[in-house]
C-alpha cells in the first residue's frame, strides 16, 4: 500500500524560508515520478513542482519559478520542497504526489498516489 506522508509546514513570515519532505512507502520509490502540488484557500489545486524518477529533470510553475526547489533522495525515499522569499500568495496547503508516468508531471492527471498535505501559512 503506497503511502506518502508531507512534513514540514507551518507559519512563516514573508520572505522566510521553510523546507517541505515528503516520506513514501510501499513502492518501489525509484521508479516513480513526484509532484508538489497546492490548493490555495478558496482556489484549485494547482502544480508547485516535478521531478523526474532520476532526479535529473524538475520543472515548475511560474509562480515559484527561482524560489522554490524540489529535489530527492532515491536512498531514503524522501522528496523536498525547498521553499524560500515566500509570499502570501504561497500560503496553501500542499500535497505530494507520486506517479509512474515521467511526463505530463505539471497536471494531476497522471498521479494516481497523494498524500494528505501540510498546511504552509505565510504571513504579511
Known amino acids: 500500500q503506497v503511502q506518502l506522508v508531507e512534513s514540514g509546514g507551518g507559519l512563516v513570515q514573508v520572505g522566510g524560508s521553510l523546507r517541505l519532505s515528503c516520506a513514501a512507502s510501499?513502492?518501489?520509490?525509484?521508479?516513480?515520478?513526484m509532484g508538489w502540488f497546492r490548493r490555495p484557500p478558496g482556489k484549485k489545486r494547482e502544480f508547485v513542482a516535478g521531478?523526474?524518477?532520476?532526479?535529473?529533470?524538475?520543472s515548475y510553475s511560474d509562480s515559484v519559478k527561482g524560489r522554490f526547489t524540489v529535489s530527492r533522495d532515491n536512498a531514503k525515499n524522501m522528496v523536498y520542497l525547498q521553499m524560500n522569499s515566500l509570499k502570501p500568495e504561497d500560503t496553501a496547503v500542499y500535497y505530494c504526489?507520486?506517479?509512474?508516468?515521467?511526463?505530463?508531471?505539471?497536471?494531476?492527471?497522471?498521479?494516481?498516489?497523494w498524500g494528505q498535505g501540510t498546511q504552509v501559512t505565510v504571513s504579511s
Open positions: 510501499g513502492l518501489k520509490f525509484g521508479n516513480y515520478a
Open positions: 504526489a507520486a506517479t509512474l508516468t515521467n511526463s505530463g508531471l505539471n497536471s494531476p492527471t497522471p498521479y494516481n498516489n
Open positions: 521531478i523526474r524518477w532520476s532526479g535529473g529533470s524538475t
